[in-house]
């Protein structure tokens, strides 16, 4: 979609129903997917979902050595600073749900139920009027958190949910479609919008995350371009 700078929230239809929430799997994913959104909605909440930190003596991980850290605990402890000071950028606040990274552990998919439970508690406490979750493509943990973020939507009626393309795992062909075909066969549907989003904070809050910049490969104007949303519903018969 094509990024605008962003009108008076009060005055802009194009925006989703305010309270908002935005679901990120790891402490990078809401800005790198959703921080024109963010930017153009201040005072939303960003749920990050795997925030724990590795068990002491944790092998350092390819990713982690690629982000230029030589420890789990140090990568970790780098990454809060930078979602801070990201979040702070575009005017949200976060809150952690306390999950390991998959990188960090061989049973991560045995989280799954636990990950549902706190998140609904977590979004039922928030009352959020729209909530923007990760379609979910390719990373495991992207798949995890949207699959639960799925079944809490139906428990939370009269909220507008959104889905944000994955960035930039969102970039690999046909993942996209891939997803959406899946969620369809669920009985959910996927309309394409058109979100107003803030394009000069999202590059701005994007240069927070360094060291991912680092393992990416990529520049945070780079990593801007990409914001697309999707209206989830159940078709003709949903009412959120």
Same mark, same amino acid.
């Given at each position: 979609?094509?990024?605008?700078? %962003? &009108?008076?929230?009060?005055?802009?239809?194009?925006?989703?129903?305010? &309270?908002?929430?935005?679901?990120?799997?790891?402490?990078?994913?809401?800005?790198?997917?959703? %921080?024109?959104?963010?930017?153009?909605? &201040?005072?939303?909440?960003?749920?990050?979902?795997?925030?724990?930190?590795?068990?002491? +003596?944790?092998?350092?991980?390819? /990713?982690?050595?690629?982000?230029?850290?030589?420890?789990?605990?140090?990568?970790?402890?780098?990454?809060?600073?930078?979602?801070? $000071?990201?979040?702070?950028?575009?005017? %949200?606040?976060?809150?952690?749900?306390?999950?390991?990274?998959?990188?960090?552990?061989?049973?991560?998919? +045995?989280?799954?139920?636990?990950?549902?439970?706190?998140?609904? #508690?977590?979004?039922?406490?928030?009352?959020?009027?729209?909530?923007?979750?990760?379609?979910?493509?390719? #990373?495991?943990? #992207? *798949?995890?958190?949207?699959?639960?973020?799925?079944?809490?939507?139906?428990?939370?009626?009269?909220?507008? /949910?959104?889905?944000?393309?994955?960035?930039?795992?969102? *970039?690999? &062909?046909?993942?996209? +479609?891939?997803?959406?075909?899946?969620?369809?066969?669920?009985?959910?549907?996927? !309309?394409?919008?058109?979100?107003?989003?803030?394009?000069?904070?999202?590059?701005?809050?994007?240069?927070?995350?360094?060291?991912?910049?680092?393992?990416?490969?990529?520049?945070?104007? $780079?990593?801007?371009? #990409?914001?697309?949303? /999707?209206?989830? !519903?159940?078709?003709? %018969?949903?009412?959120?």
């Amino acid at each position: 979609m094509d990024l605008a700078q %962003a &009108p008076n929230p009060a005055d802009d239809p194009s925006l989703p129903p305010s &309270p908002l929430v935005v679901i990120s799997p790891h402490l990078d994913d809401a800005v790198l997917s959703c %921080a024109g959104l963010l930017a153009a909605r &201040p005072g939303s909440t960003v749920v990050t979902v795997f925030t724990a930190r590795a068990p002491a +003596q944790h092998p350092l991980t390819d /990713w982690d050595r690629r982000c230029g850290f030589d420890s789990a605990d140090a990568a970790m402890t780098c990454r809060l600073a930078e979602d801070r $000071e990201a979040l702070g950028i575009v005017g %949200a606040v976060g809150r952690e749900l306390g999950f390991l990274d998959c990188q960090y552990t061989a049973t991560a998919d +045995q989280d799954g139920p636990q990950i549902t439970e706190r998140l609904f #508690h977590l979004l039922a406490s928030l009352a959020p009027a729209s909530v923007a979750m990760p379609l979910g493509v390719f #990373h495991c943990d #992207h *798949e995890r958190v949207s699959d639960a973020a799925l079944m809490i939507r139906a428990a939370l009626p009269g909220v507008a /949910w959104f889905g944000y393309e994955d960035v930039p795992h969102c *970039e690999r &062909p046909g993942v996209v +479609q891939a997803r959406l075909s899946q969620l369809l066969a669920r009985g959910v549907m996927a !309309t394409p919008v058109r979100l107003t989003v803030d394009a000069a904070s999202k590059a701005r809050a994007i240069q927070a995350y360094a060291s991912q910049l680092k393992g990416l490969e990529s520049t945070a104007l $780079e990593l801007a371009v #990409h914001e697309t949303y /999707w209206r989830l !519903t159940n078709g003709a %018969a949903d009412t959120d």
